[in-house]
Every structure is written in structure tokens, then in C-alpha cells.
């Protein structure tokens, strides 16, 4: 091996000349490698086997992408050329003609009776409780922190920091607030935890002891105001508790619906006299989190990889420190101990079961060069975050950190996966082809990292239209390795219009969520995941809570989602995932899915997949509604690639046009520049009508970002719309609308990629 002063330079005995460069090569080599007797030019000529191997068959798969959709570009245009006009009428049979064609193209294949059940093993514990999901960028160490210590959270700080009763404010009416929040969680606890005896309540308690039984087991008492003692409904739910110095209750577990919640005490096992309330109730709130190397990260070159690897491995490892915004040092968590029912120690993990999502098949990367080519950015990126999982998921022990972890002592803490599973979350794949071909790569990992064969796990990421059509298919190829499938609504659209761009102008974006296609494909995930029994050891997901501070809206349509049969949902920081962890209190989503496997099965049909949402003719915006149209989407691009750009914020709490703040990430660029590029190709909307709204946003985001550090104003830095065209946030904004026509999947990531990497570099 060689270190230059770019590259290291690899030439192993067999096959091409491998490149690295020296930022990434060190880390591997003194960093990831630590304390093992591998070495980083093993690790990158596996690297190197695994481009060999399987680099040819990935450039076949996005060949085969383009060819199709060319196919498809071609036969809405032959259609529309001989007269045809899509309308409401002739959507059904417009939807059954399309399938038709696409299984004559091979788009897809001829649907098979469901006839599999998944051999998935048990895997850990996480993966049979139902509960939130975080996804996490890798590249913000707080963030990461923060979001592996979420699998715990107080309810009354996410209560009262929301805006659920928002007439009861923070400053003016902050005891009123709080006296609704304890009345507010009290009722909760009554009606969805657990009852007492005699219909006394949780506000009817004055406080707590614990005592040991004739079978010797450990009881809870509650105690009235009137000292009445009173026993629990339901004496299971109780788990366990703590006692203080004084041999007083300091706090008790409970169990509900396969949760845990921990009630802290005042001084001597008391509610606070003020007002009753507890003096906090943790609850089980974030069970899993992914940390994100793709849509939630701006990660272009060495620098940025090595930032994520050195957060990812910290994080794996239990070491990771960060300052937060405030300036406290975060540390991740060690696990709660308790004293069991039976008298014996026990533990509770903190923090959450942590799974990672690398980039998809289309990404390439030049950070290592294989032959003198490009590689596919996945392979990098499976490699070594398996290496991580493998190497250092070991847990800590509280030990005393070296040099390199900081001062100070390790957690106390089990592993992240306690059966040395990796889970690896997948995006962005189109067929059970793509998805085969990952399946091969694990196990080629395996093999050469001498870990068990099933070690890798995947993670289904529905979010493409060819992946929704042939989900069963994909599940069949991956049998015995699938963790959960997923959907989500901003990059599954983004992905609907791009195939279908050529049959017509597409509906407004709010009409979107309620169109067949998306109903649909709701319905036909949780049809699929439970027939295939998807959900017995792994999780059936839906999306993102994107408006994060719209917790009242959270919590009245949130619940739609364990109502429906998913098993865990999307949260976007931890004091959503507390709020939304009571929906599965308040759900029992085992019964649910229960009734769903002895009921019989939706079969949702692929044309109802297939009906493109089309914009009614009769009510085409125009004029001042076309303008607010235009100019909320565009704000939606520019708000949100302003700090990808130009600061290097992947994933982040914007405000919106109408000034609420939301969490947003690629998939929001992705549906906005596929509904400009539609409307553009139909004539709604012109490049000009583009450009001058793009002129007026630029000083709304300015106003919005007053306050923002590091913030540089566009409008005020371009003389005229020319100047502000070639602005780089405004640049890739515009690469990024073209590419919606002119790539086969509309992708964001080359006009973001390309102007990011200017800024660096001009800086």
C-alpha cells in the first residue's frame, strides 16, 4: 500500500488496481480496524472482489431501468399522439390497459398466489414490540445521540412542550398547563395502562409502596388520600421497581401492550401534593431508529463519509459523545436496572435498536476508484457498516475510556443487537431482481468477513412503483432475511409520477394522499406484510410525521397508522416518538393484525396501483391559484436545498410557506420537482412561470433565515434573474426539476450533489 496525497493506492494479487482515498483509508485503518488483526488493505480488497463481482450486473439493472421507462415514456406519447385523453371515466380501464403493457414490456411479471410464509428468525426483542421509529442522519453527532438514548422520553415534558391545548401557553399559563397535562396523562393511564381497584384513580393516589406477598413475590400498593390501600386491576402490568436510600419507592415499572413505563416518585413514594403529579413518567418510546447514510444526510465526499462513520461507529460502540444545543454533553445512555417481581436485578435496555439505511444501487461514488472507475456507493457503504456491526457491537461495561473515546467512563449497556444481527435497510429498489441481487452481496459479505450466514438483514424500503407491484416477489426472493418493508408517501409518489409523467398532468399536491394509487398501496403494504407474515418477527412500518412541532395534529391522525396495521410508524425527533408511543397503548396492534390474518385478504389490484392521479380538467388552477400553487412548491425546493447546500444539512426543521416548521428531507425534493416537471410537460405551467416564482421565494427564505447563522441571502446577492439562476441553491433546484423528466427514476441526488460539491470547494 501506498498513502499519497490523495489516494491510497492498493494492487492486490488478483483483479484491478484499487484506489482509496487517504481520509477514508485512515479512518478504516486506525480507527474502525482498532484493535483487531484486520487491515485496511483487506478490507478494501474485499472491497475490490465485491466491485468485480457485482459492479457489472448493477450498471445491467439501471440499464434496464432506463430501457423501460423509455418503453413507458414511448407508450404514453404513441397514445396520446392517436387522440387519447385521459379522464376520470376511462381511468380504470386507462389503469388495466397500462398494466397490460407493462407486463408485456417485463416491467413486471404474472402475479403468484401468495403461497410463502417468511422464515424469518427471532430476532431481537425490539422487533416484536410495537412502537415509533426514528430515522436519524448520521453525520450530526448530537442527533445521533440524542436519538439513540430516544428509546426512553418523558411524557409530561412531551406534553407540555407540544402544542396540544395551545390556549393554555408555556409562559403565561404555565400552572394551568401543567395541572392539564397531569389531568390530561392521568385519564390516559386510566383508561389505557392499567385500573385500580374499586374504580379509584391515578389522581386518587397520594402515593406508592411496594410489598413482598405470601408467594413472595413483590406487589404494587397504591394509596389514597384517605390512606385506603388499593391494588392494581391488572396485578401483571406491574414489572418491577427502585428503591431509594431510605428504602422508600423511588419509582415502578409497568408493562402495557408490550411497552414499559417508569414512574419516578417524590420523596417517599409521594405524588406532588401541589397537583398530583408524578415527578416524571418515562415512557418506551423510540423502539428502533435508522441511522441514515442516504435521504437525511448531504454526505459528497471523503470528509462527510468519514464524519458518518466515525458517528455510526461511535454509536455501535456505546462511545459517541456530542455537545448539544445548549452546550450539555450528551453520552449515550446506560441501561435501567430494576428490581423484578421475584425479588431478582434486572435490566431494560435505553437505548433504541438501531438498524442503518446506506445509499441505493443508482449512487456512485469516486471516494474509492476500482480499476480507475467509479463504484457503486453501496457496496462501500454495506461493507463498512458491516464491519462496524460485526467488530464493535459488543456492549460496554462502564469502563474507563482511552484516549481516543474521550474522558470520563463507558455506559453500562447490552449490545445493539444482543443476536448479533445487522440490520440493514435498503432503499430505493425497483424489482425482486435488485433485490435478489442484495441478497447475493450479504451473502458474499459473510463469506468474507467469516461472520454466520442470515447475519444481514434487510429492510425493504417500499417507495418505488415497480417495488409496490411486485412486493410478494421481492419478499419470496429475500424469505428469511426481511426485517420489515416500509412505506412512504413523498418518494412512492415521486416515483408514481415519474413513470406515468407522459399520460397527463398530475393533481395537486394536498389531493395526492387521498388518491386511489395511494390509498391503494397503503392498504395493499399491510395486505402483503401480514398474508406473507411479514409482521410475526419483524415490523410492518408507515411513514413520517412531517410537520415535527404539529403534535396535536400528530396525535388526532397518527393514530391511523396502528389502526391500520402497522407496527411502527416514522417519527422525526425524539418528543414525537413519546407522543406517539401512546397510540400503541391506545392500539392494540397484535389484535388488529390478528383480525387481519383470520379476515380475508384485501388483494388490492395492481390497476388501482396503476391509476395515475390526474388533475380534473374542469378544475385547472390557474391565474392566482396557480401562482400560490407554483410558489409553494418552489418554496417547499428552495427551503429545503438551501442548507443541503450550502451548509451541508441533509435533513432539517424548515418553515414552510405558511411559516409552520416541518422535517424534510430528499423525498420532499423529489415530489415537488416531479409535480413541476409534469406540470411543465403539459403546458400548466411555463420555465418562465418556474423561474419568477423562484425570484420571489428566494426573499421569503431570505426573511425566514434572518436569525439563521451562517446564512447567506440569495436574492440580495444576485443583481438579476440570471445571477440568481446561477446561485447554487437555485441551481440545483432547477437541475433538479429537469432531471425529474429527463432521468429514468427522478432522482435528486446529481443536481444537489454537483452544487454542493461546488460550494466546498469554492470555500
Not at 82 to 89: D, K, L, V
Not at 415 to 435: D, G
Not at 624 to 637: A, K, P
Not at 669 to 676: G, K, P, Q, T
Request: glycine share 8%; hydrophobic share 35%.
Amino acid at each position: 500500500m501506498r498513502i499519497g496525497g490523495i489516494m491510497a493506492t492498493i494492487n492486490p494479487n488478483s483483479g484491478s488496481q484499487i484506489e482509496i482515498d487517504d481520509r477514508l483509508y485512515e479512518f478504516v485503518d486506525n480507527e474502525l480496524l482498532s484493535g483487531t488483526d484486520r487491515t485496511a488493505d483487506q478490507v478494501f480488497t474485499i472491497l475490490g472482489e465485491i466491485v468485480e463481482k457485482f459492479g457489472k450486473n448493477n450498471t445491467a439493472l439501471l440499464d434496464k431501468r432506463a430501457d423501460l421507462q423509455e418503453k413507458i415514456d414511448t407508450y404514453y406519447k404513441v397514445k396520446r399522439d392517436s387522440g387519447w385523453t385521459p379522464n376520470a371515466e376511462t381511468a380504470n380501464q386507462d389503469a388495466i390497459d397500462f398494466e397490460s403493457f407493462l407486463l408485456s414490456i417485463g416491467y413486471i411479471a404474472p402475479e403468484r398466489p401468495l403461497d410463502f410464509h417468511m422464515t424469518t428468525p427471532t430476532l431481537d426483542s425490539e422487533m416484536d414490540q410495537n412502537g415509533p421509529e426514528l430515522v436519524t442522519p448520521v453525520t450530526n453527532a448530537s442527533m445521533v445521540v440524542g436519538g439513540a438514548n430516544a428509546r426512553w422520553g418523558s411524557l409530561y415534558d412531551a406534553y407540555f412542550l407540544s402544542d396540544i391545548h395551545p390556549e393554555l401557553d408555556q409562559e403565561n399559563n404555565r400552572p394551568a398547563r401543567l395541572a392539564m397535562v397531569v389531568d390530561s396523562i392521568n385519564s390516559y393511564m386510566d383508561e389505557y395502562i392499567v385500573s385500580w381497584e374499586n374504580n379509584i384513580k391515578f389522581g386518587d393516589i397520594s402515593s406508592y409502596q411496594v410489598n413482598s406477598n405470601d408467594a413472595g413475590q413483590w406487589e404494587l400498593k397504591g394509596i389514597t388520600r384517605d390512606g385506603t390501600y388499593v391494588n392494581l386491576g391488572d396485578p401483571s402490568k406491574f414489572i418491577g421497581f427502585n428503591l431509594d436510600d431510605n428504602g422508600d419507592l423511588s419509582d415502578f415499572l409497568l408493562e402495557d401492550n408490550g411497552l414499559r413505563l417508569q414512574v419516578l416518585l417524590y420523596e417517599g413514594g409521594k405524588v406532588s401534593e401541589e397537583n398530583g403529579q408524578f415527578k416524571d413518567l418515562l415512557v418506551e418510546s423510540a423502539l428502533t431508529n435508522i441511522i441514515d447514510f442516504e435521504d437525511a444526510v448531504s454526505v459528497v465526499d471523503a470528509d462527510d463519509l468519514v464524519i458518518g462513520l466515525q458517528n455510526y461507529l461511535g454509536v455501535i460502540r456505546g462511545s459517541l459523545q456530542a455537545f448539544g444545543s445548549r452546550g450539555n454533553l450528551k453520552q449515550i445512555n446506560s441501561d435501567k436496572t430494576y428490581t423484578n417481581k421475584n425479588g431478582n436485578q434486572d435490566s431494560l435496555k435505553s437505548t433504541c435498536l438501531m438498524s442503518v439505511r446506506n445509499v441505493s444501487i443508482h449512487m456512485y461514488t469516486d471516494i474509492v476508484k476500482v480499476g480507475g472507475n467509479p463504484i457503486p456507493e453501496r457496496m462501500l457503504g454495506l461493507l463498512l457498516t458491516t464491519l462496524i456491526g460485526s467488530i464493535h457491537d459488543n456492549g460496554s461495561h462502564g469502563q474507563e475510556r482511552d484516549e481516543k473515546l474521550g474522558e470520563g467512563y463507558m455506559p453500562i449497556r447490552k449490545p445493539n443487537s444482543s443476536k448479533r444481527y445487522i440490520y440493514q435497510v435498503t432503499p430505493k429498489l425497483q424489482t425482486p431482481e435488485e433485490v435478489g441481487e442484495q441478497i447475493r452481496i450479504f451473502e458474499f459479505l459473510e463469506d468474507k468477513l467469516s461472520i454466520p450466514k442470515g447475519t444481514i438483514l434487510i429492510g425493504i424500503m417500499n417507495e418505488e412503483l415497480g417495488m409496490t407491484l411486485q412486493l410478494s416477489e421481492a419478499l419470496r426472493i429475500a424469505n428469511g432475511r426481511v426485517f420489515f418493508i416500509n412505506t412512504g408517501f413523498l418518494d412512492r409518489t415521486g416515483s408514481q409520477i415519474r413513470v406515468q409523467m407522459q399520460a397527463g398532468p398530475v393533481n395537486l399536491r394536498d389531493n395526492l394522499t387521498q388518491a386511489t394509487y395511494n390509498t391503494s398501496y397503503e392498504l395493499h403494504n399491510v395486505d402483503v406484510g401480514v398474508q406473507t407474515g411479514v409482521h410475526i418477527n419483524g415490523k410492518i412500518g408507515k411513514g413520517m410525521q412531517v410537520r415535527n412541532r404539529s403534535m396535536a395534529e400528530m396525535m388526532e391522525k397518527k393514530i391511523d397508522h396502528p389502526r391500520t396495521g402497522g407496527n411502527t410508524a416514522w417519527v422525526p425527533a425524539p418528543f414525537p416518538s413519546d407522543l406517539h408511543s401512546m397510540h400503541y397503548h391506545m392500539v392494540n396492534v397484535d389484535e388488529i393484525q390478528k383480525a387481519m390474518e383470520d379476515a380475508e385478504p384485501l388483494s388490492v389490484n395492481r390497476h388501482s396501483l396503476l391509476t395515475f392521479p390526474l388533475m380534473d380538467p374542469s378544475s385547472t388552477p390557474s391565474g392566482d391559484e396557480l401562482e400560490n400553487l407554483l410558489m409553494r412548491y418552489i418554496h417547499s425546493m428552495i427551503a429545503y436545498a438551501e442548507p443541503w447546500v450550502t451548509r451541508g444539512i441533509g435533513c432539517s426543521g424548515v418553515l414552510n410557506f405558511d411559516q409552520v416548521e416541518e422535517m424534510k428531507d430528499r423525498a420532499t425534493e423529489r415530489i415537488d420537482s416531479a409535480i413541476l416537471a409534469n406540470w411543465r410537460l403539459h403546458d400548466v405551467i411555463s420555465q418562465d412561470d418556474i423561474e419568477r416564482a423562484i425570484e420571489k421565494v428566494c426573499k421569503i427564505v431570505d426573511d425566514q433565515n434572518l436569525q439563521t447563522d451562517g446564512y447567506i441571502p440569495m436574492s440580495e446577492s444576485s443583481e438579476n434573474r440570471q445571477a440568481l439562476i446561477q446561485n447554487p441553491v437555485v441551481a440545483s433546484v432547477l437541475e433538479v426539476i429537469n432531471d425529474a423528466l429527463t432521468t429514468p427514476s427522478a432522482y435528486v441526488e446529481p443536481g444537489l450533489f454537483r452544487n454542493r460539491k461546488l460550494v466546498k470547494l469554492a470555500n
